[in-house]
C-alpha cells in the first residue's frame, strides 16, 4: 500500500517536523519513504509544505501531482491543495487557520480543531502532533510505537523529556477529530 500524503500551513507551524517524523516513522517500521520539503521565505510566515510518501514497496518518485491526503493548516494551503486531492481521497483542515471550509464533496473531509486543543493543553508546540493524531486516526499509514521511535530518532536527546507530552498529544488529535 502506498499513501501519498502533503501537509501545508504557515512557517512556524511544525509542518515540516510532522512530515519528518512520519516520514522517519514509516522508515522505523521497514516502510519505504520519501520525505520533500518546501521551504525558504515560506519559514517567515508564507506557507511551507512538505510531501510525504510511505509505502512497502519502492517509491518511484517523490514528485506529486495529486495527493491521497492533503492536511492543511491555513486558508491559503487549503485554496492551493483542495483541487490536488485525489477523486475519494481525504482532506484534513484546522478549524482555527481555515475560515472558508472545503467544498469539495468527491473526497472526505475531516476538521481537528488542534489549535483549540493545544491551548487546552497549555502547549501551543504540540499542535502538529495533535493533528499527526488526527491524520493516523483517520488513515493509519504508520503506528503508535512506530511514531514514538521516530521522536526518539528526530528529537535531540534534551527533549526526549517532552516525548510523553508529545504522545498524548496524538492520543488528543486522534480523539477530536471529525468527520465534516
Not at 51 to 67: A, G, H
Not at 141 to 150: F, I, L, P, R
Amino acid at each position: 500500500m502506498k499513501t501519498e500524503i502533503i501537509i501545508a500551513g504557515f512557517g512556524g507551524q511544525g509542518v515540516l517536523s510532522m512530515g519528518k517524523i512520519l516520514a522517519y516513522s514509516g522508515l522505523m517500521e521497514g516502510k519505504e519513504v520519501t520525505w520533500m520539503p518546501a521551504y525558504g521565505p515560506e519559514q517567515r510566515g508564507g506557507t511551507a509544505n512538505v510531501t510525504v510518501i510511505v509505502s512497502d514497496e519502492r517509491i518511484s518518485s517523490p514528485i506529486l501531482s495529486k495527493y491521497d491526503i492533503a492536511i492543511v493548516l491555513n486558508q491559503p494551503s487549503l485554496d492551493k491543495f483542495e483541487p490536488k486531492v485525489k477523486k475519494g481521497g481525504i482532506l484534513i483542515y484546522d478549524g482555527y487557520g481555515v475560515i472558508n471550509p472545503p467544498t469539495r464533496d468527491d473526497i472526505t473531509v475531516y476538521r481537528i480543531d488542534a489549535m483549540d486543543k493545544a491551548a487546552e493543553m497549555k502547549n501551543s508546540k504540540v499542535f502538529n502532533m495533535i493533528v499527526l493524531g488526527g491524520l493516523l486516526k483517520v488513515c493509519p499509514v504508520v503506528s503508535d510505537n512506530g511514531v514514538e521511535k521516530a521522536l526518539y530518532k528526530t528529537l535531540p536527546e534534551r527533549h526526549h523529556g517532552l516525548i510523553p507530552l508529545n504522545m498524548e498529544a496524538i492520543k488528543a488529535g486522534g480523539d477530536i477529530i471529525e468527520k465534516k
